[in-house]
């Protein structure tokens, strides 16, 4: 084989690996334009490797990859923006192929806003091990190997990882029917724009929590705590009014759909995704709802919704 068919073989092996790098990098970054430079980042790696020595390809692109992700994390660019309290994970629209792997439950939460968001408690290492154990089925083995660490180290680093994730989502585990978490929204929607708070309050968990980026205007993130706190900010947030009609150049039309494999509602203007909130329901009422409408954060998902088309307002 010559020089130049080697080259499109070895760059045609890369490719078969992308999907997959990319999924495992956004996980790791909760950036889909931080995932993407990265996966770029491996393919130079892999241009400049000596390939015929790589006895396994899949391996050392996992290797590479989450690693050049490790380093963007303990960046001081990326702990900046990361603890001003302004940041959350990009949202992705369903089909995405930065979603995948979704064959287990692990997968798909693994790859939800809410665990996304919680990953930020996580040190770097800890992130990278829960991952690659819980999404990509890695053994210990193969994960020490992949971050230059011991398999006590790896097992370790798990262990933390899974107490803090189960002290955060204490009694939020499982599934929930798509109709039924649909007939949850569609209830929520029709309370708050109705005004009754009462209504509202009931849908909602006794710990149900909200976040917003406050459309990235404001610097840092909006935080409710309490049922009544999370009913009157989503009242406030989903009420019409002639300044954010003005804000907004128009009134948006109110979609559902799903986001990083949860309930969404998406606020479209045109062709334009100008916000979006995910729901986390458990046992048939709210938890928690991230608002996302900084419009750096959804110009992919705007890009997804493009392609799919506008689907079928409520």
Known sequence: MDSTATDRFD??????????????AYRLLGSATDAEDAVQ?????????DRQRIRVPEAWLTKVVTNLCLDRLRSAQ???????????PEPLLE????????DTFEQRESVSLAVLTLMERLSPLERAVYLLRE??????????EILDITE???????????????????GRDGE???ASARRIVEEFLAAASSGRTERLVALLTDDATAISDGGGLIGKLLRYDTPRRVAAAARAGLRPTPAKRRLAGGTPVIHHSLVNGAPAILFVLGEQVVGTVAFDITDGKIAAMCGIAAPDRLARLTEAWRQHGPGTPP
């Open 176 to 178: 929930v029917d798509p």
């Open 11 to 24: 760059a045609g092996r890369f490719e078969a690996s992308r999907s997959r790098l990319g999924s495992l």
């Open 152 to 170: 006590s180290a790896s097992q370790q680093h798990l262990h933390r990882a899974r107490r803090r994730f189960a002290a955060a989502r204490r």
């Open 78 to 88: 990326a702990r900046r923006e990361r603890s001003v309290g302004a940041w959350l």
């Open 41 to 49: 980042d491996a393919f130079l790696h892999w241009q400049a490797a």
């Open 135 to 144: 999404a990509f089925t890695y053994s210990h083995a193969e994960i020490a």
């Open 95 to 102: 089909g995405d192929p930065m979603l995948g792997p979704a």
